[in-house]
């Protein structure tokens, strides 16, 4: 119950930012990809330099977490499907200008074509879920083995 | 209907903010601050499968509840509209609405295969320094910047 409450508030708080941000209009990431515009790599690498350290530290600490037991972040090695996966996502990503968080939010702001890119992310993701249903591949974005389900 | 966020928020806020969110989701549920899971795991609530995460279908809804509350209530002037005005310029709504569909299902594919999407590797996993989730991000990062630039060659830089 709680952790449904948390799930919903940082959805909310994940979406706002990536709504204030403009990341969910098409021409902010097309802007990024055409390497016109270097405010979305800024805005990735000033995440990245927050968090990292701070998880670093907290896990060296042996954090525990009130709903996830110890902290333990992922450190998997690369993989063939991690590079195939990745080229795909690169692909669809600067064809579609969208990606699953912000493709959300491109329809909450108004954007019909987000009714297009929503269900087109729904396929894909649905297609290789059923092709790997026995051969889960978990990796350390979030389709991981330790999904804690309430 | 404010109008009280009328203006993109500068990297240098948004970021740090963003990072802010990372580290409490960890803090709280060790749990990454990804997107493309949380499609899986409506897709299994909608269908009513077993063992769904049904927190993750929260924050599903949160997402989109997020974007409505910055674009729709503190923001004004978002309305109804195409969301890819450098793609139709470019080409008739029959290419669009194709391009933007297929481009969508590629990216979701992806992203399954690889474990995780822009926000799942290359953010999250990246922060965790996973050697998985940097190969991903280098990977996608080179693939979409090179298909925008083939994009612009074949639309003579109209696109």
Same mark, same amino acid.
């Given at each position: 119950m709680k952790l449904n409450l948390i799930g919903l508030a940082f959805g909310v708080?994940?979406?706002?930012? =990536? &709504? &204030?941000?403009? =990341?969910?209009e098409y021409d902010t990431i097309h802007a990024m990809l055409r390497l016109d515009e270097i405010d979305v790599f800024l805005f990735m690498a000033s995440a990245i330099a927050v968090s990292a350290p701070l998880l670093w530290l907290l896990e060296r600490r042996g954090m525990n977490t009130p709903f996830g037991g110890q902290l333990k972040l992922s450190r998997s090695m690369p993989e063939a499907h991690h590079l195939k996966g990745g080229a795909l996502f690169g692909v669809g990503w600067a064809i579609a200008g969208t990606c699953p968080a912000p493709a959300l939010v491109m329809v909450s702001s108004g954007a019909v074509l987000g009714l297009v890119a929503l269900p087109g992310i729904f396929l894909g993701l649905h297609l290789r879920e059923r092709q790997a249903m026995h051969d889960l591949h978990v990796g350390d974005g979030e389709h991981r083995h330790n999904q804690i389900s309430v | 209907m404010f109008d009280l966020l009328p203006d993109r928020l500068p990297w240098f806020v948004g970021g740090p903010i963003l990072g802010l969110l990372i580290v409490g989701l960890f803090v709280l549920a060790n749990q990454p601050l990804g997107a493309s899971g949380a499609y899986v795991q409506t897709t299994g609530f909608l269908r009513r499968r077993d063992g769904v995460v049904i927190w993750r279908v929260w924050y599903f809804v949160g997402m989109f509840l997020g974007g409505l509350l910055v674009t729709q209530v503190l923001r004004s002037g978002s309305e109804i509209r195409t969301g890819y005005d450098a793609l139709t310029n470019v080409f008739p709504l029959a290419v669009v609405v194709p391009m933007v569909f297929?481009? %969508?299902? !590629? !990216?979701?594919?992806? %992203? %399954?295969?690889? #474990? #995780? /999407?822009?926000?799942?590797?290359?953010? /999250? #996993?990246?922060?965790?320094?996973?050697? $998985?989730? !940097? $190969?991903?991000? %280098?990977?996608?990062?080179?693939? $979409?910047?090179i298909t925008t630039f083939v994009l612009r060659i074949l639309t003579g830089g109209d696109l």
């Amino acid at each position: 119950m709680k952790l449904n409450l948390i799930g919903l508030a940082f959805g909310v708080m994940f979406g706002g930012v =990536l &709504a &204030a941000s403009n =990341l969910h209009e098409y021409d902010t990431i097309h802007a990024m990809l055409r390497l016109d515009e270097i405010d979305v790599f800024l805005f990735m690498a000033s995440a990245i330099a927050v968090s990292a350290p701070l998880l670093w530290l907290l896990e060296r600490r042996g954090m525990n977490t009130p709903f996830g037991g110890q902290l333990k972040l992922s450190r998997s090695m690369p993989e063939a499907h991690h590079l195939k996966g990745g080229a795909l996502f690169g692909v669809g990503w600067a064809i579609a200008g969208t990606c699953p968080a912000p493709a959300l939010v491109m329809v909450s702001s108004g954007a019909v074509l987000g009714l297009v890119a929503l269900p087109g992310i729904f396929l894909g993701l649905h297609l290789r879920e059923r092709q790997a249903m026995h051969d889960l591949h978990v990796g350390d974005g979030e389709h991981r083995h330790n999904q804690i389900s309430v | 209907m404010f109008d009280l966020l009328p203006d993109r928020l500068p990297w240098f806020v948004g970021g740090p903010i963003l990072g802010l969110l990372i580290v409490g989701l960890f803090v709280l549920a060790n749990q990454p601050l990804g997107a493309s899971g949380a499609y899986v795991q409506t897709t299994g609530f909608l269908r009513r499968r077993d063992g769904v995460v049904i927190w993750r279908v929260w924050y599903f809804v949160g997402m989109f509840l997020g974007g409505l509350l910055v674009t729709q209530v503190l923001r004004s002037g978002s309305e109804i509209r195409t969301g890819y005005d450098a793609l139709t310029n470019v080409f008739p709504l029959a290419v669009v609405v194709p391009m933007v569909f297929g481009g %969508a299902t !590629l !990216l979701g594919y992806g %992203a %399954a295969l690889a #474990g #995780g /999407c822009t926000s799942g590797h290359g953010m /999250c #996993g990246t922060a965790q320094r996973s050697p $998985a989730s !940097l $190969a991903v991000t %280098a990977t996608f990062m080179t693939t $979409a910047i090179i298909t925008t630039f083939v994009l612009r060659i074949l639309t003579g830089g109209d696109l």
